[in-house]
């Protein structure tokens, strides 16, 4: 959805007229990073940063940086930072200030998360309380800091700094310009082997790769308050993961070269661990009448038989968990945790060595197992083992001393159902709810409506199955009124690629009659591509089925070719090798096609062409015209219909021409009348298209989609989420024997419509203004 500069003209005369020729410039980029409500954010902070006072490089700093840290970790930080630099004007300059905010970018960049860098600000104002000379240095030096340091490593070495030289304004500088002993020294005590910004992308493509779906990764402060860190945990079905990993050493310090871990295998043990959850543990368990003893058995159970179902898939992956694990021990456990940690090395193994007979009974049960799948056995082993604990004189469970020590192991909070958590309600309160379409009688409408005037966006819609007719005026409701019916509207599924699976009845498709529009537009626009419409009159005359064809030459044919026998006789006179081809055979030429365009209508499409005074739209609709032209002329079945979007609850939909309706004025009229507005929610679109081509009785089914960019929409922050759905999408047209072949007027398409449409299921017209011609000739060109 484009959204125009122009439409915020209040805010744009409060800023000084440098700033103004700099947000120009960044709008473009600034209206594909952030939401409506985003764009408003991002004006409000820029003008109320210049009314602080505190100079024009900041405002200016503030418009350029912005959209590249709302492209980073999104665009909610965004009232944070604003908040935070207004809070700190009072306690440092205006270069500084510009300062922090140039250098925004590079922080969310490398820490990759909005909790983490919101993080960040309160470890800025902890230098600038206790160390004010400092924040200058070490923003310089910021980079060098954050590609070695995790955030709570940062914090830790700005604390040191800050207690150290109190007092001492020259040290100060020195620490935090890297230029003092102490301060190196401090870095490379709390510098970390492998930090997550530096690997992510590495373990994405190797998940990927080994699980067959995105596994998505979120970086955590592990080490915020302390050095131990955090555990791996998963929420929302998004893997939480600390910043960094130090090598392990599975012996301490007297562990060999050969035998350390690297921090990057560290981190591919626990997303792989995180994975097999995902992928195996498809229900909770209930925690009802459980004590912690037995919950912490129960997980134990759990995360062995999902690495056994990962091991069944991928046996390697056996020992490079099993390095984590502490080596078999046959002393006597002194700790329920000491037991816990063996029987889950012992459940890893193959073949356990363990001797202690409560470990033996939990391998014995879970051996038995012949099936995995269901999580739970974990739950009935747990159980059972937690009853055999009695005899055992051991001190009582202490989640504190006694939880797993492997370090690739998660929490766990994800094995169980807590009654805290809704995923129903927290959906609920994420998305807005849906609308309730009602069809009463017309006596319940009379008596019980109360408010007769309410908008589409009403919360409940009472519609009459047959129209309204008033006896005075001899006319319905929607005539008078001047607005036409609006159609049932159709939900369909959508595909949501951070969970992997459909969210159904997800998106409300409503199907709105098309304006009309002045005939003489398309009169025009038939008047302005005559020569174009001359060069196809041989192409089409080419592709009309010509009825009966005669083919001639063949062996086996319906009669005989009497001039192809009388040259077989003449060879055979002259001793000469005859053609046995001597038939001819009677062919219907006819071609069994449907087709259906369908055309983005969405905002952007009225934005102007570059150096021209016409829009996409306008192109859009000559190359429709001219397409129409053609089909109409050749006969084959073809629909025109359109779209736009306007959030899940109401994809705009609208048809031109129906399959059964034919190419006339009307249709030239609705095409007249086409205007661009909302957003381009593609994937429900093509499935409500692809459902009206299904039903057509033809061999080849050809879906032409014509945008003018990605799939986007309102209500959706995540640009991945409507690529997956859009592609997901034409997958399924494609096991329903529906070709979709795209249509691009975006010239920067290449980096995500092959992923969408398929290598060869695409084509970007680089010089837009050549669409209305390149469209019937693209046509014709596939459908030969």
């Not at 509207?489 to 009845?505: A, G, N």
């Not at 077989?568 to 071609?591: F, H, K, L, V, Y």
Request: net charge negative.
């Amino acid at each position: 959805m484009a959204i125009h500069l122009d439409d915020h003209a209040e805010l744009l005369a409060d800023l000084p007229q440098d700033a103004q020729e700099v947000l120009r410039a960044a709008w473009g980029e600034a209206a594909r990073v952030f939401s409506a409500r985003g764009l408003d954010n991002y004006l409000k902070g820029a003008v109320a940063l210049h009314q602080l006072g505190r100079g024009e490089e900041l405002v200016v700093s503030f418009i350029q940086t912005m959209p590249e840290v709302a492209r980073a970790i999104g665009e909610d930080v965004l009232p944070d930072v604003v908040n935070f630099l207004l809070g700190m004007a009072s306690k440092t300059s205006g270069a500084v200030l510009a300062l922090i905010v140039g250098t925004a970018p590079l922080a969310a960049s490398r820490l990759g998360d909005e909790e983490l860098f919101r993080h960040y600000l309160n470890v800025l104002s902890i230098v600038l309380a206790q160390a004010p000379r400092g924040l200058r240095p070490m923003l310089e030096n910021l980079d060098r800091l954050l590609s070695q340091l995790t955030l709570g490593g940062l914090r830790r070495w700005v604390m040191w700094g800050a207690q150290a030289y109190k007092a001492d304004f020259e040290g100060q500088v020195r620490y935090f310009s890297l230029q003092s002993g102490d301060a190196l020294s401090v870095l490379q005590q709390e510098r970390k082997g492998t930090l997550f910004v530096d690997v992510q992308r590495r373990l994405n493509i190797y998940l990927r790769a080994m699980w067959g779906r995105d596994v998505f990764l979120r970086p955590t402060a592990g080490d915020y308050e302390n050095r131990d860190g955090l555990k791996p945990y998963i929420e929302r079905f998004c893997v939480h993961i600390a910043d960094a990993y130090d090598d392990f050493r599975p012996q301490g310090d007297d562990t060999p070269d050969g035998g350390v871990v690297a921090g990057v295998e560290v981190y591919r043990a626990v997303v792989n661990h995180c994975a097999a959850h995902l992928m195996f543990t498809q229900a909770p368990l209930s925690l009802q009448t459980l004590n912690n003893t037995q919950k912490a058995i129960i997980e134990v159970v759990e995360d062995a038989r999902v690495e056994a179902l990962a091991c069944s898939r991928f046996p390697n992956m056996r020992a490079a968990w099993l390095v984590f694990h502490a080596p078999s021990d046959a002393a006597e456990p002194t700790s329920l945790g000491d037991l816990l940690n063996r029987l889950a090395r012992a459940l890893l193994e193959e073949q356990s060595s363990d001797p202690h007979p409560w470990v033996q009974e939990g391998v014995a049960l879970f051996r038995a197992e012949a099936d995995l799948s269901s999580n739970q056995l974990s739950w009935n082993i747990g159980v059972a083992l937690a009853h055999s604990l009695g005899p055992l004189d051991l001190p009582e469970y202490n989640q504190r001393t006694d939880g797993l020590r492997a370090l690739y192991r998660d929490d766990n909070r994800t094995v169980w159902a807590s009654e805290a958590y809704d995923e129903a309600a927290a959906l609920e309160a994420t998305w807005a709810p849906k609308q309730v379409r009602k069809k009463v009688r017309l006596m319940e409408m009379v008596n019980e409506t109360n408010n007769e005037f309410a908008g589409d966006d009403a919360q409940e819609i009472w519609v009459l199955p047959s129209e309204f007719y008033l006896d005075q005026e001899g006319v319905s409701i929607n005539s008078l009124e001047g607005r036409p019916p609006v159609a049932d509207p159709v939900h369909y599924h959508e595909w949501d690629h951070q969970i992997q699976l459909e969210r159904p009845s997800w998106v409300t498709v409503l199907e709105r009659q098309p304006p009309l529009g002045e005939l003489a537009l398309i009169e025009q626009i038939e008047s302005d591509h005559k020569p174009v419409m001359s060069r196809l009159k041989f192409l089409i005359g080419s592709m009309i089925p010509q009825g009966m064809q005669r083919i001639r030459r063949v062996e086996d044919g319906d009669e005989l070719d009497i001039n192809a026998a009388v040259r077989a006789m003449i060879d055979i006179r002259m001793g000469q090798q005859p053609d046995t081809r001597i038939m001819m055979r009677n062919q219907r030429s006819e071609r069994d096609l449907a087709v259906m365009v369908l055309l983005d209508m969405s905002e952007s499409c009225n934005d102007k062409v570059r150096g021209q005074d016409y829009s996409i739209m306008d192109l859009s609709r000559a190359a429709t015209v001219l397409l129409s032209d053609a089909l109409d002329r050749i006969g084959d079945p073809f629909a025109l219909h359109g779209f736009c979007s306007d959030g899940r609850h109401d994809v705009h939909y609208h048809r031109f021409k129906d399959f059964d309706q034919p190419y006339n004025a009307l249709v030239k009229a609705r095409l007249a009348g086409m205007k661009g507005a909302y957003s381009t929610r593609m994937g429900a679109a093509l499935r409500h298209a692809g459902a009206a081509l299904k039903l057509q009785p033809r061999r080849k089914k050809v879906l032409f989609i014509i945008t003018d960019g990605e799939p986007a929409d309102n209500d959706v922050r995540d640009p991945q989420y409507l690529r997956q759905d859009t592609q997901r999408a034409v997958q399924e047209l494609a096991r329903d024997g529906i070709t979709v072949y795209a249509l691009s007027l975006d010239p920067h398409a290449d980096q995500y419509v092959a992923r969408i449409f398929g290598a060869k299921n695409f084509t970007v017209i680089d010089h837009v203004e050549r669409l209305p011609e390149k469209l019937p000739l693209l046509y014709m060109g596939l459908t030969r």
